[in-house]
């Protein structure tokens, strides 16, 4: 891993996406591509010119209202949107957690999606066989190995997943409201993993609604609002000022 | 994307585990699964035997083994690229919500697919050998048509997997153009069928003809393919695999957005 004081540094970056209601052909795609006047006018910004500068080993939670950007920011940090503007430098490795057991499929074995969605959370194979039974044990399944996972509930589901995802060895995680899901002993295992990180010292960017969570366990917050960086600071201030907005 | 690569050992593990699972899913890992797998082609294979067998099949040495190599791999390079080609959008959650090479998805298909053929092809082998074919050292060559097969449906699968989450239409088109390759490849005439003409020529573009008859000199005649199927396998296997990743890595980085 690289000395850089930062795991994130974005300045002026925008996202914009097409508004959709286009059925795709394949005449449309290629009057497109030969398009030279192509109207851009149809666009919605998501994401206005952020600059910012996440510093290594903390944990920051993104809080804002539905649609503020927040899950546009993680996937355009993690590269799975393009940029339509600006610039990203990250140091270190990045895993994105934007829904929690996507990839998972409800006709395999317990099991077989524990090697699956390990597998796509880019976790070693070698460490999956190494942690397997403390993962069935994490998630409070151990019984369930051969049981479909269809057969499991929602917070089943979500606790094997994030047993799995608790496996991730990168240098950054961006989280999409990981935990939203699961009853209070979930709630209360999620948050000993998240101090022990804290410990550790890796970088958590944490886009959620649950902002007890964000006052326990963030450094700082970023608050953003129709695609723009409201505010960004300690997590008290912060989030005192987006609870009194919130309130109006 | 990250600067993961192919060769990163996690590429390769996820590859084995999203092959795998769609393996499973298609309940083909059982015998019956393999068995209805097979008995596609060969229900073809016994419509084109009766209406075609005096028509084009007078001369052809063992013509029931001829069509049988023929429509197996026909319809492995069919089902093969069609359910790839969708494969984008089938594992949707995964294009949109993960980070990892997004070809992975494609190839884990066509590797889903690839294992039934190669089952097909080896019960392809021991119908040969029930019906008087004996056994040749050409024969342990047939794995390397299987291989070039894989690699052929993974280019072609590409190429159609990066256009589709943009132009669904494309399947329509594509599935039109599928059953006119039934007919501009030799499976149920020979090559000679197309006399001198241009069609003959069209036939060195067209690499699973190629194949086809690679696999049928190595089978049925014992011999190894000619030079000039050689040099069509190879111009036809490297210009596909440059241009569908070309293709594929311009569109993955819209990919997520556009599924």
């Known amino acids: ?248 | 994307m990250n600067g993961f690569t192919l060769y990163d050992s996690r590429n390769i593990n996820l590859l084995r585990e999203l092959a795998m699972s769609q393996y499973k899913l298609k309940d083909q890992s059982s015998f019956f699964g393999l068995l209805w797998s097979f008995l596609n082609p060969l229900f073809m294979v016994g419509v084109l035997f009766v209406f075609f067998s005096r028509r084009f099949g007078a001369g052809v040495e063992h013509y029931g083994i001829y069509l049988l190599l023929g429509m197996v791999q026909y319809t492995h390079f069919a089902n093969a690229t069609s359910t790839s080609m969708r494969s984008l959008l089938t594992m949707k959650q995964l294009t949109k919500e993960t980070v990892f090479p997004k070809e992975l998805l494609v190839v884990s298909s066509t590797i889903s697919i690839t294992i039934d053929f190669a089952v097909a092809m080896l019960v392809c082998v021991v119908v040969a050998y029930a019906s008087g074919i004996p056994p040749a050292w050409s024969h342990l060559l047939l794995p390397v048509v299987v291989v070039l097969q894989f690699l052929l449906a993974v280019w072609v699968s590409l190429l159609l997997a990066c256009i589709y989450p943009f132009a669904r239409d494309i399947d329509h088109i594509y599935q039109v153009f599928l059953r006119a390759l039934m007919f501009a490849t030799p499976i149920f005439y020979t090559a000679a069928f197309l006399g001198t003409g241009p069609a003959r020529y069209l036939l060195l573009l067209n690499p699973l003809a190629q194949l086809i008859e690679a696999s049928r000199r190595l089978l049925i005649d014992g011999t190894a393919p000619t030079v000039t199927t050689l040099i069509g396998l190879a111009l036809g296997n490297g210009l596909l695999a440059y241009l569908s990743w070309r293709l594929f890595k311009t569109f993955e980085p819209r990919l997520a957005e556009y599924v």
């Open chain 1, 1 to 248: 891993m690289s000395d850089a004081p930062f795991a994130v540094r974005l300045e002026g970056l925008s996202k914009e996406f097409l508004r959709g209601g286009r059925r795709q052909t394949f005449f449309r795609m290629l009057r497109d591509l030969t398009d030279r006047n192509p109207q851009n006018g149809n666009r919605r910004r998501a994401l206005d010119r952020i600059d910012l500068e996440i510093p290594r080993g903390q944990t920051v939670g993104i809080v804002g209202e539905n649609g503020a950007g927040k899950t546009t920011l993680l996937k355009t940090i993690a590269g799975l949107y393009q940029s339509s503007s600006g610039t990203i430098t990250t140091h270190g490795e990045i895993a994105l957690l934007a829904g929690l057991g996507a990839g998972m499929v409800d006709e395999l074995s317990v099991e077989d999606n524990v090697w699956l969605y390990g597998a796509v959370c880019r976790i070693r194979r070698a460490t999956i066989r190494a942690r397997f039974d403390e993962i069935l044990g994490w998630a409070d399944l151990g019984a369930f190995a051969a049981a479909e996972l269809r057969t499991l509930s929602t917070g089943m589901r979500t606790r094997l997943a994030f047993a799995i995802a608790m496996e991730i060895e990168s240098d950054t995680v961006l989280m999409d409201e990981a935990f939203s899901a699961g009853d209070k002993r979930f709630q209360e295992k999620c948050n000993r993993f998240f101090l022990a990180a804290k410990r550790v010292g890796r970088t958590f960017l944490v886009a959620t609604h649950n902002l007890e969570f964000v006052r326990e366990f963030c450094g700082s917050t970023l608050w953003l609002h129709e695609g723009r960086v409201r505010a960004f600071g300690p997590t008290a201030q912060i989030l005192d000022e987006y609870i009194q907005f919130e309130e109006k």
